[in-house]
């Protein structure tokens, strides 16, 4: 008979069959420890990671581990009823350490996307951050809360609190900043992701998640023939170095219109300027809306109908269409990331916000609160 830890680790180590994912996780491994082999229990810097399991009442399931709070596998149920796991993630916190610069599920912080040459100035004062990805700083430096062991609390079946401290002037911000990030799978067939931080010092926060989708389910290849629709006339073209010029244009006319459902395939190697620049999408778009009543964006996978749609209260949405996925590491199911087989959907303020005024401010003051909530919600 298996025990919960090697029903687990089948579940994440046998190649999938390429239609019929039928994975899930056992009940038994829910809500109690996983041993010591399971892949997901592993002590960093004296603290103790795990994985959890959210379930509404629809048998949908979300699994996520508190080594930088990243959402590793999401369970969600296709025009057929079968369950498909909609996240690519990783089988074990090693394989994330491994895979460290692709993010995977992370939650981003304390600066999520590019910082230009790792520098900023606040209040009169320079700020230097390590050039994760030359020569910008990207997603929070060397260590950011991606490569972090959060603190976690479920506080019900359907309900993940994470919550982490950021010392002054880790990673070069200023400011001991308290977060807490609540993961909440709703009855509706929607993760919540619900962020708070405060701060001592003067500082800047920019808080994402980092979860790759590809709603065929992963390992069923690329997600070219995924339809997307973004509510933004406006996006933000970049530099060579994906930093915002700091110009706001409109998406009419470029490959970056998805005002109406697009495939992803369908320009993303044009002949354009910004393409090129990114290698494909990897650029912010300026929502046109936000909040919780109407979707900013919405995504369906061609193969199995499902249909994501993401609501947030943030100005912008950075699309990645996977363009440095190359294969380099093998995911929970055995298959390879290749070359854009997921998508990320970065609800955020926008890159580099610290060095451009004229973007939304991402500064936080002692006394206030950096709230912001961002929903994957999904259909058939
Ligand atoms: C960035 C990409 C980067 C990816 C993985 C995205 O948020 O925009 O340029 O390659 O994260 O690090």
Redesign the pocket.
Known sequence: MLTAGAAMLVAFSQPANKTTITTSIKDSVIYGKLPADSGFEKTIKGKQTHLFVLKNKNGMEAAITNYGGRLVSLLVPDRAGKMIDVVVGCGSIDGYIKAG???YGAT?GRY???IAKGHFTLDGKDYSMFLS?RPNS??GGKEGFDRKVWDAKKIDNQTLELTYVSKDMEEGYPGTLSVKVVYKLTNNNAVKISYQATTDKTTVVNL?N?SYFNLNGEGNGTILNHTVQIDADNYTPVDGT?IPTGKIEPVKGTPFDFTTATTIGAHINDANEQIKK?GGY?HNFVLNKHGFTTPVATVKGDKTGIVMKVYTEEPGL?F?SG??MGGANTMKYGDRDGHRTAF?M?TQHF?DSPNQPQFPTTTLKPGQTYRTQTMYKFEK
């Open positions: 610069s692709s993010y981003i999520g996307n590019r990805n990207l997603h994402t980092h994906l990114g990897d950075q990645y363009n440095f990320a970065e890159p």
